[in-house]
């Protein structure tokens, strides 16, 4: 059984940044981001293997940038150029390395959930 605690979220003006952590309780293969907006199915949004390699969803790309701590067991989310939309639920994930070669992970593939924080981005 794997914990993930999410923290960071809050709220900001469109422009802004954030930066979200997710603690884990042990190693992870793949952890990944997901953001839910009310009324929207949950989406993947960015994702990083054990060794480094990343992947993000177009719509964040160029302005998330996704990396870890080994020694902390943490994850972290920088979001810069905060625009409404992506005002969210975000949530940490974790999945098997095989799920996150190509793309992030379906969420259907995702092992466990952290809680989730909630952003929200003002015009």
């Known amino acids: 059984q794997v914990q993930l605690v999410e923290s960071g979220g809050g709220s900001v003006q469109a422009g802004g940044s954030l930066r979200l952590s997710c603690a884990a309780s042990?190693?992870?293969?793949?952890i990944a981001w997901f953001r839910q907006a009310p009324g929207k199915e949950r989406e993947g949004i960015a994702s990083?293997?054990?060794?480094?390699?990343?992947q993000y969803a177009d719509s964040v790309k160029g302005r998330f940038t996704i990396s870890t701590d080994k020694a902390k067991n943490t994850a972290y989310l920088q979001m810069n150029s905060l625009k409404p939309e992506d005002t969210a639920m975000y949530y940490c994930?974790?999945?098997?390395?095989?799920?996150?070669?190509?793309?992030?992970?379906?969420?259907?593939?995702?092992?466990?959930w952290g809680q989730g924080t909630q952003v929200t981005v003002s015009s």
């Open positions: 990083i293997r054990y060794w480094g390699t990343t």
């Open positions: 042990g190693r992870i293969d793949c």
């Open positions: 994930a974790a999945a098997l390395d095989r799920y996150c070669v190509q793309s992030t992970p379906p969420s259907r593939n995702v092992d466990y």
